[in-house]
């Protein structure tokens, strides 16, 4: 049978139009994320979750099966993970490597960091590894190769030092930073109630102290984590046994504490002490995580200055907040509670600072978030 020219001419048409409609679809894009956990109750290793364009949280699974894997870091590609394992055998934990593959992580190497009960892993763009040994009171350096297999222990550069309570008797290092903008290193002691700056010897593959070496925060202070305004001039400092952020300048070469201002309301009197930290894209605003009064504290910065105000306080709806991550966007922000065993998502208002809850999904003792 022949068709008729009107015919053809419709039935071209109409399949011209439902091409067209299908183009003009948007795609959906959501966030994947890791977690890590202790692994000490129900936590197995690491697992892998979903965060929807609407901040719905979803579990994709566990992708690898590891000790205590506490901390986690990926290299600047994105293709390989790093983990510490928080353990003490014969004086040292571990660092774990894996390839990421879609839903899967697959092991790659295992070495040592050089000293117990390692706690936070950094990279950097020459494939250099910090990892922070709070028991051993030490910074472990190591390096990566293109596949991601790490090499031997390189150097530890030992703290020393105490503060003046039960948990400064000696030296913790908590956290080690790479500088963003200089070849610098910045080490974060809880114990010697210091930061700690190094350059690295990348001949020697050594981690070499700077002419200033430490900066003492106040005492009892207990400093934990830091983290760098967008502006590259400004470094918070979160503080964690007397609850307060810090904020560090710099000046003629040496690092001086600016102002303090305290992660609690005034009237608080119980028992908490301060988690993690972490500022907006925008440099707008900064937000610390409190253990005890089981919050979320918001600050707007000082675009002048660098000060922080106090905006308010938000619920994490769980106990311990360890760990806390803004989404790649900065819509959400995700917060691990690691006494009760969830993740909660909550909406961040740009204009504000303000977080509204939007999820909540179970995770076994969860203590790090990784996009």
Not at 232 to 261: A, P
Request: net charge neutral.
């Amino acid at each position: 049978m022949k068709l008729s020219p009107l015919i053809l001419i419709i039935v071209v048409f109409c399949s011209c139009q439902k091409k067209e409609v299908k183009t003009t679809t948007p795609a959906k894009r959501n966030n994947n994320f890791y977690v890590g956990t202790y692994t000490n109750k129900e936590g197995k290793g690491i697992y892998k979750y979903e965060l929807t364009e609407l901040g719905k949280l979803k579990i994709i699974g566990l992708v690898a099966t590891t000790k205590n894997p506490s901390f986690l870091t990926k290299s600047e590609d994105n293709k390989t993970l790093f983990a510490v394992n928080e353990t003490n055998y014969n004086g040292t934990g571990s660092v774990t490597s894996y390839l990421i593959d879609k839903d899967t992580l697959n092991f790659i190497s295992k070495s040592k960091t050089g000293g117990a009960h390692p706690c936070f892993i950094a990279t950097n763009n020459e494939n250099y590894i910090l990892v922070a040994n709070y028991s051993g009171g030490n910074v472990g350096l190591l390096k990566f190769d293109a596949t991601g297999k790490l090499s031997e222990l390189l150097n530890v550069q030992q703290h020393f030092g105490k503060g003046t309570t039960s948990r400064q008797e000696a030296s913790h290092a908590h956290s080690a930073w790479f500088h963003p903008t200089k070849k610098e290193v910045i080490s974060v002691d809880l114990g010697s109630n210091q930061l700690w700056f190094s350059t690295i010897d990348t001949e020697k593959d050594v981690l070499v102290l700077t002419e200033q070496k430490t900066l003492q925060m106040a005492e009892g202070a207990g400093p934990r984590h830091l983290t760098f305004h967008p502006n590259n001039k400004w470094i918070y400092v979160l503080n964690e046994l007397n609850n307060t952020v810090s904020l560090v300048k710099e000046s003629e070469n040496k690092y001086f504490i600016d102002s303090s201002i305290s992660t609690l309301p005034e009237d608080f009197t119980s028992f908490s002490k301060a988690a993690d930290i972490h500022v907006s894209k925008d440099g707008k605003f900064l937000y610390a995580s409190n253990r005890g009064h089981e919050s979320i504290v918001i600050y707007e910065v000082n675009s002048e200055n660098g000060t922080l105000k106090t905006v308010g306080f938000e619920s994490v709806l769980g106990k311990n907040p360890r760990n806390f991550s803004l989404s790649p966007n900065d819509k959400f922000l995700l917060v691990a509670n690691q006494d009760t065993d969830n993740i909660i998502s909550f909406k961040r208002d740009a204009a504000t600072g303000e977080l509204t809850f939007v999820s909540e999904i179970s995770a076994p003792t969860p203590v790090c978030i990784l996009f």
